[in-house]
């Protein structure tokens, strides 16, 4: 059974631009999450969707959005990129939205 | 007071020893708690899941919770150089996420001597 897909894994973006980030969940999956780990503040809770639909939210700045497809793919957003925005950004995927999270390699992001 | 503590290491331990990872957490609203291992340049693999108080064993990995005392642990042994990573604990208080997803804390860095 594959694992939890995310793409690209590198990305080196300028301040200012925006970036799209890619998620493909395990088979079977209808709930996915985003999370943001930096060196400083370790994982941080982005957003997570089940059935199309935002469930939850973390404390991060209305630039971060997300959305997801009748597939339970998903992808986020980071819009006018910060330096402060870099960071590996992971994905996770649960059968429900009450179940175990399992995670993709994630994408590694880097702001110049 | 951050919400989950998690001492960051390194713990180096030589092979073969009973390794202890540990967190603290301030949120009694917190009922499922798991332990994920993260290689360098890796995403976090679940190890463990658990719901509320008690223990919770899978091959050489057991996972404790007591809830009174707002402290889980993981417990590794027969360690093996291969066991090497960041470990990470993380909480909810709704199983797989809820208001605020899973709370996670810094990750213990260990070190498994050959």
């Known amino acids: 059974k594959a694992g939890v897909t995310q793409t690209p894994r590198y990305l080196i973006k300028t301040r200012g631009q925006q970036v799209t980030l890619s998620c493909s969940p395990i088979?079977?999956?209808?709930?996915v999450s985003w999370y943001q780990q930096t060196p400083g503040q370790g994982l941080q809770f982005l957003f997570e969707y089940f059935s199309e639909t935002q469930r939850n939210k973390g404390n991060f700045p209305g630039r971060f959005s997300g959305r997801q497809f009748s597939n339970s793919r998903s992808e986020m957003n980071v819009s006018t990129l910060e330096l402060g925005d870099s960071a590996l950004y992971l994905c996770?995927?649960?059968?429900?939205?009450?179940?175990?999270?399992?995670f993709g390699q994630g994408t590694r992001l880097t702001v110049v | 007071q951050k919400e989950v503590e998690q001492d960051p290491g390194p713990l180096s331990v030589p092979e073969g020893a009973i390794v202890s990872l540990n967190c603290t957490y301030s949120?009694?609203?917190?009922?499922?708690f798991m332990w994920y291992r993260q290689y360098s340049r890796k995403g976090p693999e679940l190890l463990m899941y658990?719901?509320?108080?008690g223990n919770k064993e899978d091959g050489r990995f057991t996972a404790q919770v007591d809830k009174s005392s707002k402290y889980i642990s993981l417990f590794i042994r027969d360690s093996q150089p291969s066991d090497s990573a960041t470990y990470l604990c993380a909480m909810s208080g709704l199983a797989g996420g809820g208001a605020d997803g899973l709370t996670f804390g810094k990750g213990t860095h260990l070190i498994i001597q050959p």
């Open positions: 658990t719901y509320s108080s």
């Open positions: 996770a995927s649960s059968l429900a939205i009450r179940t175990e999270a399992f």
């Open positions: 949120n009694s609203a917190f009922q499922y």
């Open positions: 088979s079977g999956h209808r709930s």
